[in-house]
């Protein structure tokens, strides 16, 4: 994730560094002179891309020109402080160009991010050109990110871990019914056109997404999970062709889903998610922590790896 936002960052700043050097050396011929800076901000705004204002600083972070939106100058802001604002307090790198981290902004709490141009005259720093972006105005460059298949653990409420074993599974009702609950749910996954289902044991009920309507979910409790005629309800699909897991492996991961639940009264399954398509697992525990993996690697894992030979 930190290398795609990084090649997005990288892309974003190749379309405002140079528009902004170009007003940056035009606002080092007229400097402190606040009337031309307006001007000189104001004829340039339109060149630099997706821009919400524009506006110039001196080194202590002191704005010596108005903002330059949309609608025009904004001299209410002249003399505002910036020094303590997220991008002051950056570090701009020696080639003069700062793109800087994303922050919420002060007065319309929203996403944002600035561009800071060094303004030199010679090797003395004059001050700063400054751009902010609001994140909803700016493009993504580059294809959808897909989320990565790498094992990851993370780790859950230190409450629950701290109390793990001073408590024990308790029967719920969908463990009476564990594996006529799990066969109905892969005759939904492979035969009823559900993509996603994610499955509560410790409360009793499963949720489901379908293919043909992905934008709603369905809540199926442990009586609707018992009685095989809630297929009825859903149309028959085939199966997705660009599914990430197989067909004929929906049954094995729920059986490998119940044995977790129910091979160890301390160390034990509460929640888990199936998506067909990025072929992701997720597993929720007792102890709160969390794993996300590949299918392939959940049905690498027997009972032994997960709670120990013991059990």
């Not at 897909?146 to 074993?165: H, T, Y």
């Not at 991961?253 to 301390?266: C, K, S, V």
């Not at 929640?271 to 794993?291: K, M, Q, R, V, Y």
Request: aromatic share 10%; charged share 25%.
């Amino acid at each position: 994730m930190k290398r795609a936002i990084h090649q997005q960052r990288v892309r974003l700043a190749e379309l405002v560094s140079a528009p902004l050097a170009d007003v940056a050396l035009q606002c080092t011929e007229v400097w402190n002179q606040r009337e031309a800076l307006d001007s000189i901000l104001n004829k340039a705004y339109d060149k630099v891309p997706y821009c919400l204002y524009l506006y110039v600083v001196n080194t202590d972070g002191i704005q010596i020109s108005s903002n330059v939106g949309t609608d025009g100058l904004m001299p209410e802001h002249f003399g505002r402080d910036r020094s303590q604002r997220p991008y002051m307090n950056e570090v701009v790198p020696a080639w003069g160009f700062l793109f800087s981290d994303a922050y919420i902004s002060m007065r319309a709490r929203r996403p944002s991010l600035t561009a800071l141009q060094v303004i030199r005259q010679g090797d003395i720093t004059l001050g700063y050109l400054g751009a902010d972006f609001d994140l909803r105005d700016l493009p993504v460059i580059g294809e959808l990110r897909e989320e990565s298949v790498i094992w990851r653990q993370i780790k859950g409420d230190p409450a629950i871990r701290k109390n793990l074993f001073q408590q024990c599974r308790v029967e719920s009702l969908m463990d009476r019914n564990m594996e006529l609950a799990c066969t109905t749910l892969e005759e939904l996954l492979t035969e009823r056109g559900t993509f996603q289902c994610a499955v509560d044991f410790s409360s009793n009920r499963s949720i489901i997404w379908l293919i043909d309507d992905p934008f709603r979910y369905r809540i199926l409790d442990h009586e609707t999970l018992s009685d095989p005629d809630v297929c009825l309800l859903y149309q028959h699909h085939p199966y997705a062709d660009n599914a990430m897991i197989p067909r004929e492996q929906i049954g094995n991961i729920l059986n490998g889903m119940r044995q977790l639940r129910l091979a160890d009264e301390t160390i034990y399954l509460r929640s888990s998610t199936i998506n067909i398509f990025n072929g992701l697992i997720s597993l929720t525990f007792s102890c709160d922590g969390s794993h996300y993996m590949s299918w392939q690697e959940f049905l690498e894992k027997d009972i032994s790896f997960w709670i120990g030979t013991a059990a």
